[in-house]
């Protein structure tokens, strides 16, 4: 059975409005608030919280992470004695999440004692019986949604819907900034004009035998290009590289046999 026949009209109606706050979006708090809220809002949870830093372990030490809900007023707390130990930054946790995009409290066993605490001591007194949480590969880092409830659970459709989600967010927010100082990242900064030259012909639909044709390089010359254009980018297929090209707004080489400023038509 597909998943869209699995899950409820409501169910796929939230993944599409999450989504859609996606596709404007450059970064910075605004990205942050706008997620938080429609996570909170189509998925009816409680508490969301949004984390972000340069590398997995600095997400836990955001200096200003937005939090919402009963979360909000335990930053102080959080920081001060609970950020090391908390149960989503343990070695299993991070495997699930940068793996799968998607973890739920209830599929870690056999906490450390920290983490025990952290759950018993902190979340539970708090109302926030109920953990899960989404991580997304940012353009200058990366994020953790967190999201907390007293008495909100995940059935079986419903963790199937958040791992969709998080699945199609993962493909759309690795060109958004987590951070405030920063609201837009070009892709392809960092490619060479060569390299630039294959990605926009890849964005273009054309495959690897075209390429080659069209500029003059042997197919495994392209195999390697785009090889290398995604370990730059961080893009993992053809359809992320060429979603980030459309963001990106301009284009750097001609089409051979297209005079500059011609149409496709002329």
């Known amino acids: 059975m597909a998943w869209q026949d699995q899950l409820s009209r409501r169910q796929m109606l939230g993944i599409l409005a999450v989504l859609e706050q996606c596709e404007d979006a450059t970064g910075g708090q605004g990205f942050k608030e706008s997620l938080v809220e429609a996570i909170s809002t ?3 949870v409680r508490d969301v919280t949004f984390f972000y830093g340069r590398t997995f372990p600095e997400i836990f030490h955001d200096p200003a992470p937005l939090l919402t809900g009963a979360a909000e007023p335990l930053l102080d707390t959080y920081q001060e004695s609970w950020q090391d130990k908390d149960v989503f930054a343990l070695p299993q946790a991070r495997r699930v999440l940068t793996g799968n995009g998607f973890a739920t409290l209830h599929e870690l066993s056999r906490l450390p004692q920290p983490q025990r605490s952290y759950v018993v001591d ?14 997304l590969p940012l353009a200058d880092g990366e994020a953790l949604i967190g ?17 969709i989600l998080a699945r199609q967010l993962r493909t759309r927010t690795v060109t958004i900034t987590g951070s405030v100082d920063r609201c837009v990242v070009d892709p392809l900064e960092h490619l ?7 990605a926009e012909l890849v964005s273009d639909g054309l495959s690897n035998a075209e390429i080659a044709r069209e500029l003059s390089l042997s197919e495994l010359s392209v195999k390697k290009y785009i090889s290398r254009i995604f370990g730059v980018t961080g893009h993992r297929n053809r359809s992320e590289l060429a979603t980030a090209i459309l963001r ?4 750097t080489q001609v089409r051979l046999g297209q005079a500059p400023g011609a149409g496709a038509g002329v």
């Open 248 to 251: 990106r707004g301009h284009r």
């Open 42 to 44: 189509h998925f009816r």
């Open 192 to 198: 060479t004009p060569r390299q630039v030259e294959v």
């Open 147 to 163: 999201m907390f409830d007293q008495v909100r659970s995940w059935d079986d459709t419903d963790e199937l819907a958040v791992r």
């Open 122 to 135: 902190y979340l539970n007194p708090n109302d926030m019986d109920t953990a899960s949480a989404m991580h």
